[in-house]
């Protein structure tokens, strides 16, 4: 199984995720790693060293941000992405697989904060 990145709506408001997700620019995607990953990657002890909480939090549990929540989890997988080769030290994956799987969720961040108001991000 794999972690997948989705737009999700708030409460009641109907919205076409389907379409938003499709916003998202390629080569990017949904995708998020392995369901493994939850534990051995972003679940890592250097993840949380690394003060980023909310994906820490993936190790036990999904993700779902909304409002300024998204702004945190953007500036959660930025700080990821200037600390690359250190995670690469600390995991058993390569530098290209967590960049591109950050850069999948930084990209459906974009798509997600255009329409905020109305939509937030999960990760599961």
């Given at each position: ?26 080569p ?7 369901e ?57 994956y ?6 591109f ?24």
């Amino acid at each position: 199984m794999s972690l997948i990145i989705s737009v999700i709506q708030k409460g009641s408001i109907i919205v076409d995720t389907n379409f938003l997700e499709e916003q998202v620019p390629a080569p990017h995607n949904n995708l998020f790693g392995f369901e493994s990953c939850r534990k051995t990657l972003w679940g890592n002890d250097l993840i949380s060293e690394l003060g980023c909480e909310l994906i820490y939090s993936l190790k036990n549990t999904n993700i779902f941000a909304f409002d300024e929540g998204i702004e945190k989890l953007e500036s959660e997988f930025l700080i990821l992405l200037d600390n690359l080769d250190a995670i690469e030290l600390h995991t058993d994956y390569d530098k290209e697989f967590i960049e591109f799987s950050v850069r999948n969720a930084l990209e459906m961040i974009k798509v997600v904060l255009k329409e905020k108001d109305k939509v937030g991000i999960a990760i599961w």
